[in-house]
T-cell receptor
């Protein structure tokens, strides 16, 4: 069966510090991968999605970036965090090549920038 | 561009009462529609999905949703709410680039 791992679960970082959140998927190949941010009352905002290694689509201009160094690994990064980067970050995957399918979510990372 | 609107930010219902959560979408083609539930501090769990066919979709935990193309709606319903249904509910549209609504927080009164 497929599983998705996301870490860390919580993170407190000072303003201006770097960020690296990691997400890995097991039990499937070439998944579509996603990073979402959830802010209170604003639902889930799609930040990045990837349909393959090195293929990243950015939805929202910001000081965050994403990378996919391996087939089942998706990393969210920042060189310098802002206070506004605080939020709940969710990684998700969906099967490649299947047109009608839902996304499967990790447990999320609560990021607080202080 | 595709988008989802959930008009109700917060809904309170009594345990045992019926529930309807509203969702309206904007999509250029045949929409793929989803309802997810999120417990506090957790990821999202799929309740049900609609791709085509029968417009009334049955999901887990006794939930159902009805797709109405004429109203661009995909409302979630449950005939009798349980205290364990208290959570945040998200409607979503799309496929590779799934878009979510702002969510509706459900409170269940004893």
């Amino acid at each position: 069966s497929q599983t998705i791992h996301q870490w860390p679960a919580t993170l407190v970082q000072p303003v201006g510090s770097p960020l690296s959140l990691e997400c890995t998927v097991e039990g499937t190949s070439n998944p579509n991968l996603y990073w979402y941010r959830q802010a209170a009352g604003r639902g889930l905002q799609l930040l990045f999605y990837s349909v393959g290694i090195g293929q990243i689509s950015s939805e929202v201009p910001q000081n965050l970036s994403a990378s996919r160094p391996q087939d089942r690994q998706f990393i969210l990064s920042s060189k310098k965090l802002l206070l506004s980067d605080s939020g709940f970050y969710l990684c998700a995957w969906s099967p490649a090549g299947k047109k009608y399918t839902e996304a499967f979510f990790g447990q999320g990372t609560r990021l607080t920038v202080v | 561009a595709q988008s989802v609107t959930q008009p109700d930010i917060h809904i309170t219902v009594s345990e045992g009462a019926s529930l309807e959560l509203r969702c309206n979408y904007s999509y250029g083609a045949t929409p793929y529609l989803f309802w997810y539930v999120q417990s506090p501090g957790q990821g999202l769990q799929l309740l049900l999905k609609y791709f085509s066919g029968d417009t009334l979709v049955q999901g887990i935990k006794g939930f159902e949703a009805e797709f109405k193309r004429s109203q661009s709606s995909f409302n979630l319903r449950k005939p009798s709410v349980h205290w364990s249904d208290a959570a945040e509910y998200f409607c979503a549209v799309g496929n590779n680039d799934m878009r979510f609504g702002a969510g509706t927080r459900l409170t269940v009164k004893p």
